[in-house]
């Protein structure tokens, strides 16, 4: 369009005016097939939000910086104190804080300089960067403040808000039945995101996609739109498992995906349109499904250019069956892929895994990495392997047999293996859950406590959902 647009109103982004510009005549971003759009220069005014914001009332109430006394400090530390320490706070500590104030005044600095040195010692406080609670052998139970700073950070990664710490206070928290009220308050509030976004992220590992980037002349189609679908669908897939109500037999294998339409030309899926992300049915014979498959994980567990079956299969051992094998013996060198493309990593391993040495590790790593072979660095479905510089295109073999003889021909096989030994699933999962929700790794001590949560979600379809309950409930996320 010719001419010059004027949007007289705030924007939160530069994508926004960007977006907001390409719209100009009806058309989204996405649908937009004209010519490109060039910002030589603009301008923001500010401030971008009323002043002063809601937060600053929220802090300073009526009181003026100008003129503020030692008791208008006090007002505002007996409010701010409990909330950033998340607990109720002794009138010792108060006065504290205070007395600090009304000694800062009386050398001569002005009321706001006074308060601020108050509020930045509380922000600097033990009290309020780490969560308060006893050392083990000092109580048996954590008290209702703590119970309420490890649920809330454990579901929505930040402090508890006032209906928490009320019941905290009347010591209510700490019934079963209120407990799980909380849960499912807590998890159907929207910042309850941050449990995806970091114990999905750290579990599966997400985090680490940009810890290589594909080879551009084997992968030329990769791209940063693809990236960013990896992650999302992943991301969404455990959302949908946890607010459906869905067994964690769907991080096994599912008979649907979660995918927009990059991801669906990335997988070989039609009928998918659009950037929105949407639930697709997929046929019986799709090697889709489940979080094994999804190319957030495939990509991760490959190097850009190879795969490998040992770092895929330690990745399935440790994240989904909660097994760590040994480390490798030393003095032992790795097994490198030939980039000639003569021999497949997979021949290469049975020579090293004929070493008397190395072969009892293997026996257990090697088949589930062998189980994704059919997958490459990026997550797309492969026949052969391709090796930059080399014309020989050697076939994928995905069979393989497990370290208690079960054999496998391809990953639908597999999968089914694992989904008969859900029970160490579930285990693994309910191992991963528990160390990110009280911030300390289970030890050998508390294997029958997790066993005891498996077979109780058990009897409860493997939900989810019911795992967090349990994992709240359990007297493992209220000790110490």
């Known amino acids: 369009e010719k001419g010059e647009a004027v949007y007289p109103r705030p924007f939160g982004t530069v994508g926004n005016i960007i977006g907001t510009l390409v719209q100009i005549g009806g058309k989204h971003p996405s649908d937009y097939e004209g010519p490109g759009l060039l910002l030589k220069r603009f301008e923001l ?29 006090e007002h505002i530390l007996r409010k701010f104190l409990p909330r950033a320490f998340r607990r109720p706070v002794e009138e010792a500590e108060l006065f504290a804080y205070r007395d600090r104030v009304g000694a800062l005044l009386l050398e001569g600095r002005d009321f706001e300089s006074a308060l601020r040195w108050a509020l930045v010692a509380a ?17 048996k139970r954590l008290d209702a403040y703590a119970i309420a700073n490890r649920l809330s950070y454990f579901l929505w990664s930040t402090m508890p808000d006032e209906e928490l710490l009320s019941l905290s206070a009347s010591g209510q928290l700490t019934e079963p039945e209120t407990l799980r009220t909380q849960v499912e308050r807590l998890l159907q509030d929207p910042r309850s995101k941050a449990l995806t ?5 750290q579990w599966l590992h997400l985090r680490e996609i940009d810890a290589t980037s594909p080879d551009t002349k084997l992968f030329p189609d990769f791209d940063d739109y693809l990236k960013t679908s990896m992650v999302r669908e992943s991301e969404i897939f455990f959302e949908t498992v946890l607010h459906e109500g869905k067994s964690i037999r769907e991080f096994i294998d599912s008979d649907w995906v979660a995918i927009n339409d990059r991801l669906a030309q990335h997988y070989g899926i039609p009928g998918v349109e659009g950037s929105t992300f949407q639930k697709v049915s997929l046929p019986a014979d799709s090697p889709r499904g489940g979080i094994m498959t999804q190319a957030s994980v495939l990509k991760v567990t490959a190097n850009g250019a190879n795969t490998s079956p040992i770092n895929r299969g330690v990745w399935i051992l440790e994240n989904l069956l909660g097994i760590h094998p040994p480390p490798p013996p030393p003095a032992i060198p790795a097994v490198s892929p030939d980039v000639t493309g003569a021999k497949t990593l997979r021949q290469l391993l049975a020579v090293h895994a004929s070493d008397t040495s190395c072969k009892a590790c293997h026996k257990i790593i090697d088949p589930p990495g062998f189980a994704l072979e059919s997958f490459d660095p990026v997550g797309a ?25 079960q054999a496998f021909s391809d990953i639908h096989d597999y999968k089914a293996i694992l989904l008969g030994e859900i029970d160490q699933v579930s285990y693994g999962l309910t191992d991963k859950l528990l160390t990110y929700a009280t911030g300390r790794a289970m030890g050998f001590s508390d294997r029958p406590e997790i066993y005891e949560i498996v077979e109780q979600i058990g009897h409860q379809d493997y939900q989810l959902r019911e795992l967090i309950h349990a994992v709240v409930q359990s007297d493992i996320f209220h000790q110490p």
């Not at 009290?127 to 609670?133: A, G, H, I, P, S």
């Not at 391709?386 to 050697?394: A, D, P, V």
């Open 123 to 139: 922000l600097c406080a033990p009290d309020f960067l780490f969560l308060e609670e006893p050392m083990p052998g000092e109580e």
């Open 197 to 201: 976004t970091n114990f999905a992220g």
């Open 381 to 405: 479905w492969r026949e052969q392997y391709r090796f930059q510089g080399s014309k020989q295109m050697l076939p994928v073999d995905s069979t393989g047999e497990t370290a208690e003889g």
């Open 45 to 73: 005014e500010g401030p971008i939000e009323e002043w002063p914001p809601p937060s600053r009332h929220a802090l300073l109430g009526e009181t003026d910086l100008a003129s503020g006394s030692v008791a208008d400090a």
